[in-house]
C-alpha cells in the first residue's frame, strides 16, 4: 500500500477547511438575514429548504422567498379546486379567493421577481406585501358570505410567508 505525499495530504485538509469556511459564512448570510424577520424560524425554513440558498446573496435569498410564495400560492389554488367540488356551497366565497390567489402566482410573484432582477427592491416589497393581504382578503370573503372558512390555516400560512419575504427583501432597500 503507497501512501500519499504530506504535501498532498496537506492540500486536501486546506481544501477540506476552506469548503467549511465557505458553507459556514453562507448559511451565516442566512441566519443574519431571517434574524430581522417577523418569524426567523420559518425564515430558515424557507430558505434551508432550496438548496441553492448555500451560494445566494441577499437578492438570490429574496428571490427564494418569491419563489416560495409562488409555489404556496400554486397548492392553495389547488386546495380551492377541491374544495369547490366537495363543498359548492362556499363557490361565491371560494371564487374570490381563486381571483386573489390568481393575483398573487399571475401578477405579484412575476412582478417582484423582475423588481429583484432589475434592482427594485421597492416593488418587490410591493407585491410581497400585496400577496399578504390578498390571502387576508380571501379569509374574509368567507365571513362576507356568511360561511365559516375552511381555508384559515393556508391564508395565514400565506400571510406569514409573503411578510417574512417582504422583511428579507426590505434588507435591499
Known sequence: MKFSSPLTILSLLLLLQQTLLSAMADTQLIKNTCKGTPSSSL????????????????????????????????????????????RPELRPALDHCAEVYHAVVDADVPSSRDALRGGVAKFAEDGMADSAVEAQVCERSFGEHGYTSPMTGSN???????????AIIRKLL
Request: charged share 20%.
Open 156 to 166: 395565514n400560512a400565506m400571510h406569514d410567508v409573503a411578510n417574512v419575504v417582504r
Open 43 to 86: 425564515c430558515l425554513k424557507i430558505l434551508l429548504a432550496d438548496p441553492k440558498s448555500q451560494h445566494a446573496d441577499l437578492t438570490g435569498l429574496a428571490l427564494i422567498g418569491v419563489n416560495a410564495i409562488n409555489n404556496k400560492g400554486l397548492k392553495i389554488i389547488k386546495q380551492i379546486v377541491a374544495l369547490k367540488k366537495s
